[in-house]
């Protein structure tokens, strides 16, 4: 017996292996600049969206940091790869993707990228189909570790979050779907789970492989 009404997905670092790519492009544009310390300023960043990201990176490098065009020029870069189809796709997730549709259990993404570009990576990877709901963070005023865009997505979904599933590699994007009151799946990527995360989350998996067997075991023995 399936003992949810929907899995929610992060995207970044869950879906594809997007952060590393990101830091590899914050560290090529960062030599251009002379910058030290792109990786410390980066980490905290990982599951935020965009204006909370600006606020981090401003408080490490100072305020007449020129923000928006160093960002401007890592994201040309990024999407320079992402439209050349490069973005990789994390393990497990096609065999995952295809046993939750096989169970008939809706799908959706909660993400703090910005929704134009969920959509285009979605679909250039060939998995926009698979969810019923997309969610990007502009869409809200407030980014995880608030609750707001599981709440959302939960909404759209039409269920409540007690009945669906969060699957997510963040500290921030556990924080987001414990307070919303889903059931977290920590699938740790350049982040390792702490002490915190193992409270938060209902299980912690080293990859989407293991938790489509997971959720098979739980489902086969209910």
Not at 21 to 30: D, F, G, R, S, T
Not at 69 to 80: G, I, M, Q, T, Y
Not at 91 to 102: A, I, N
Not at 194 to 212: A, I, P, Q
């Amino acid at each position: 017996m399936i003992d949810c009404k929907a899995v929610v997905f992060d995207m970044d670092g869950v879906i594809f292996d997007s952060e590393r790519l990101v830091l590899e492009c914050w560290e090529k544009i960062a030599e251009e600049y002379g910058l030290v310390g792109i990786k410390e300023a980066f980490i905290p960043c990982i599951g935020t969206n965009s204006t909370m990201t600006k606020e981090i990176v401003l408080n490490y490098y100072g305020a007449d940091f020129p923000y928006d065009e160093f960002r401007n020029k890592a994201s040309l870069l990024f999407h320079e790869i992402v439209d050349r189809g490069e973005l990789p796709v994390k393990k497990g997730v096609h065999e995952l993707f295809d046993y939750l549709k096989k169970c008939q259990v809706p799908m959706a993404v909660a993400s703090s990228t910005r929704l134009q570009a969920v959509n285009h990576e979605l679909k250039q990877a060939g998995l926009y189909d698979y969810f019923q709901v997309v969610m990007g963070g502009d869409q809200l005023k407030k980014s995880k570790p608030e609750p707001d865009i599981y709440l959302m997505t939960c909404e759209k979904l039409g269920i409540s979050p007690s009945d669906a599933y969060a699957i997510e590699d963040s500290y921030n994007g556990i924080r987001s779907s414990h307070s919303a009151g889903m059931r977290p799946v920590m699938v740790p990527d350049m982040l390792s789970p702490t002490e915190e995360m193992y409270s938060k989350s209902v299980t912690v998996l080293e990859d989407l492989l293991l938790v489509k067997e997971w959720f098979a075991q739980r489902w086969t023995a209910q």
